[in-house]
């Protein structure tokens, strides 16, 4: 079967830095997102992976290792308002989306 | 450009009625797709269609179907509503079939069911 894994939840403090995991298990790869979702509101795209290595964006980055069934997502600064779920999707084979659960960030002060 | 807008944002509907919900895409982009979310289950992929074909389906009953119209408007139907059937629909227009480019997603319409 297609398999996403995340952490359910995490926990950091404003100003530091947090990498949330995801690992897969999925018929073929043709590619990674990352989404962001703030509660009651929709998922936003933050990133697109498909060949290995680390894609930088402002304070956000995502790394992919294929090999491994690996990626992360990395937040520096971290802010109050980067207090969300992040969601990761594969898309596998039949270039179908494969979705995680979800990782639900809690930012302290 | 206008954002993804799905109508109606609240529904409440009691067991055994149908329901219909409307997404109305990006303008330009050709495929929607409609997604099922749930506090304990996450985002469950319902339907997809691209230029009015349905491309991929997931795992829900046939109660659960779905078009897309010629300027790429879809509505999603569920018949013979379940309790289980409450939850927050979301829909999400893109440029080309949902694994080639990125979703964006309307706010959803959030059906409970008594």
């Known amino acids: 079967g297609q398999n996403i894994d995340q952490p359910t939840e995490m926990t950091a403090t404003e100003g530091a830095i947090v990498q949330i995991n995801c690992t897969y298990q999925?018929?073929?790869?043709?590619?990674l997102f990352w989404y962001q979702q703030h509660a009651g509101e929709a998922p936003t795209f933050l990133s697109y992976?498909?060949l290995d290595g680390l894609e930088e964006k402002g304070r956000f980055s995502s790394f992919l290792s294929r090999s491994k069934g690996y990626s992360y997502l990395l937040l520096k600064e971290l802010q109050m308002k980067d207090s969300a779920s992040y969601l990761c999707?594969?898309?596998?084979?039949?270039?179908?989306?494969?979705w995680g659960a979800g990782t639900k960030l809690i930012i302290k002060p | 450009k206008a954002g993804v807008t799905q109508t109606p944002r609240y529904l409440i509907k009691t067991r055994g009625q149908q329901v219909t919900l409307s997404c109305s895409p990006i303008?330009?982009?050709?495929?929607v797709s409609w997604y099922q979310q749930t506090p304990g289950q996450g985002l469950q992929f319902l339907f997809e269609?691209?230029?009015?074909?349905?491309?991929n389906k997931g795992n829900f009953p046939g109660r659960f179907s779905g078009r897309q119209f010629s300027n790429s408007r879809s509505e999603m139907n569920v018949s013979t509503l379940e309790l289980g059937d409450s939850a927050l629909y979301l829909c999400?227009?893109?440029?080309?079939?949902?694994?080639?480019?990125?979703?964006?997603f309307g706010n959803g319409t959030r059906l409970t069911v008594t």
């Open positions: 999400a227009s893109s440029a080309w079939a949902s694994g080639n480019s990125p979703l964006h």
């Open positions: 303008s330009g982009h050709r495929s």
């Open positions: 269609y691209f230029s009015e074909t349905q491309r």
């Open positions: 999925t018929s073929g790869f043709n590619g």
């Open positions: 992976n498909v």
């Open positions: 999707a594969v898309v596998d084979s039949n270039y179908q989306l494969i």
